[in-house]
């Protein structure tokens, strides 16, 4: 399948898709993922590694976070070059009030939006999907 460029094409067919476990954003000291830990993404900085957890797993490690996530993944496969699609679905869920945190990875974008209120976020992008489909 080949990547979606068109802006157009990529929100109307966004088919955002919310897991069903909550995540959390947590940091750690050194450049390792501490063992035992199996994190869906990571980010180093220079004041610690992010981990990117299933909020049990980070519970059962010990492990601080402030921030609890529902994770929606859009099923269009974007290109990592393709422009405007941050941007546009991004102002919409900021028109909601709804913050999002956004990782790529190489076939998606995948939000990470306040997991209570998660489902509000799908119905926010399907309604801009809906849209820019009529457009």
């Given at each position: 399948?080949?990547?979606?460029?068109?802006?157009?094409?990529?929100?109307?067919?966004?088919?955002?898709?919310?897991?069903?476990?909550?995540?959390?954003?947590?940091?750690?000291?050194?450049?390792?993922?501490?063992?035992?830990?199996?994190?869906?993404?990571?980010?180093?900085?220079?004041?610690?590694?992010?981990?990117?957890?299933?909020?049990?797993?980070?519970d059962a490690a010990g492990l601080?976070?402030?921030?609890?996530?529902?994770?929606?993944?859009?099923?269009v496969h974007s290109a990592l070059?393709?422009?405007?699609?941050?941007?546009?679905?991004?102002?919409?869920?900021?028109?909601?009030?709804?913050?999002?945190?956004?990782?790529?990875?190489?076939h998606h974008d995948h939000l990470?939006?306040?997991?209570?209120?998660?489902?509000?976020?799908?119905?926010?992008?399907?309604?801009?999907?809906?849209?820019?489909?009529?457009?």
């Amino acid at each position: 399948m080949m990547a979606e460029r068109d802006l157009g094409r990529l929100l109307s067919g966004m088919r955002p898709e919310l897991l069903d476990e909550r995540y959390v954003f947590t940091t750690v000291e050194g450049a390792e993922v501490p063992a035992g830990l199996r994190p869906a993404a990571t980010v180093r900085e220079p004041e610690g590694l992010t981990l990117v957890l299933r909020q049990e797993e980070a519970d059962a490690a010990g492990l601080p976070y402030d921030y609890v996530a529902g994770w929606i993944t859009l099923r269009v496969h974007s290109a990592l070059d393709a422009v405007g699609l941050t941007g546009a679905f991004a102002a919409e869920l900021a028109a909601h009030g709804l913050s999002c945190n956004v990782i790529a990875g190489y076939h998606h974008d995948h939000l990470f939006v306040a997991a209570d209120r998660a489902a509000e976020a799908v119905a926010v992008l399907e309604e801009l999907a809906a849209r820019s489909a009529r457009d």
